[in-house]
Nanobody, 118 residues
Framework: VQLQACGGGLVQAGGSLRLACAAS????????MAWFRQAPGKEREFVAA????????YYADSVKGRFTISRDNAKNTVYLQMNSLKPEDTAVYYC????????????WGQGTQVTVSS
């Protein structure tokens, strides 16, 4: 499956952004989806995930209550709504996909830059 992320940009602290990740190539609805991020000089970290049917969601503690992951299987797209953004949310955000039976996230998008100014 091929993944294409978009929606990043520059926003002031307290603002909002919505990222989108469009999938193609294989049946999107068969995959669990996730967002990760990597800030300069730091390792990539998990942000949020959603099950293949959308019934289960998971969040890093640092974004709980501020970010919401969702998916539209009819549009082959997963979203990350980011509210109350903080400067520490600045990073390149990546979407990822895996089949429910897999351990590792096998498919990755190219990343979209999110910059939050103070």
């Amino acid at each position: 499956v091929q993944l294409q992320a978009c929606g990043g940009g520059l926003v002031q602290a307290g603002g909002s952004l919505r990222l989108a990740c469009a999938a193609s190539g294989r049946s999107f609805s068969n995959f669990n989806m996730a967002w990760f991020r990597q800030a300069p000089g730091k390792e990539r970290e998990f942000v949020a995930a959603i099950s293949w049917r959308g019934g289960s969601t998971y969040y890093a503690d640092s974004v709980k209550g501020r970010f919401t992951i969702s998916r539209d299987n009819a549009k082959n797209t997963v979203y990350l709504q980011m509210n109350s953004l903080k400067p520490e949310d600045t990073a390149v955000y990546y979407c990822a996909a895996k089949e429910p039976s897999d351990v590792d996230w096998a498919y990755w998008g190219q990343g979209t830059q999110v910059t939050v100014s103070s």
